[in-house]
């Protein structure tokens, strides 16, 4: 059964065959895609529970595998491989969706772990029986990933969704961009600049006025918090 299995999307077989008998050895299955185009018509047939995608291909490239799947509304945990640590900051800062990364060459034992946390953080995430969040005049449609603000659809990248509702789920509470780091890309590394940016993005989305922001606030020296007291709004 395929959401059992993780795709492994790369154009070198002899690492395709590397991962496929390292994730063997836990009893975990795999499929196998050589390029981009191939991947994409494997992922309209079927859903995997994980997919590690290499950015460096020929024909289609791990950027535009995983930019169709977002534009898709297909939220599957990607991992991807990356040569260079500028193509991955390139990934982030287009803000494509992508749940962690790993820069060659890396440990296998590391690559399996990585996973294991991203197919986990999955399955726990779809358990929840909750079809929706409400808070304030936030809704957002867990089953559909559609975020509303007073029934007004709101567009969001997948991160800069799952980062609003990270915050929104912990309203009033403060974190520091390290504990973002953790919870929503997965603990690897992230500049400062790539939180800045993206508070900035959902700023634009969910206030009247991003200058002056009433829901999403910094707190000076600490870092974020999401205020939806009664008197938030003045």
């Excluded at 390292?22 to 050589?34: G, L």
């Excluded at 089953?143 to 659809?153: H, L, Q």
């Amino acid at each position: 059964m395929a959401m059992d299995e993780i795709l492994l999307v790369d154009d070198e077989a002899p690492i395709r065959l590397a991962l496929e008998m390292a994730f063997r050895k836990e009893n975990m299955k795999t499929v196998q895609a050589s390029d981009g185009d191939e991947a994409l018509a494997m992922l309209r047939r079927e859903h995997y529970a994980l997919i590690i995608l290499d950015v460096m291909m020929p024909n289609k490239g791990g950027y535009e595998v995983l930019q169709a799947l977002r534009t898709a509304g297909d939220h599957t945990p990607v991992l991807m491989l990356s040569g260079k640590d500028d193509e991955m900051n390139q990934v982030l800062g287009l803000g494509f969706g992508v749940d962690s990364y790993l820069t060659k060459p890396f440990h296998v034992a590391v690559l399996i772990q990585t996973a294991k946390a991203l197919i986990r953080r999955s399955q726990v995430y779809s358990r929840n029986t909750a079809s929706e969040l409400l808070r304030g005049p936030f809704r957002i449609d867990l089953r559909k990933m559609e975020c509303f603000k007073n029934g007004v659809p709101l567009v969001f990248t997948a991160r800069e969704l799952k980062l609003f509702h990270f915050l929104l789920e912990n309203t009033g509470q403060v974190f520091s961009k390290e504990q973002l780091y953790h919870q929503v890309w997965n603990d690897f590394v992230v500049d400062d600049n790539t939180i800045t940016v993206y508070i900035k993005r959902i700023r634009a989305k969910i206030e009247d006025n991003p200058k002056k922001p009433v829901y999403l606030k910094t707190i000076r020296g600490i870092g974020y918090m999401m205020d939806l007291r009664e008197d938030a709004n003045g």
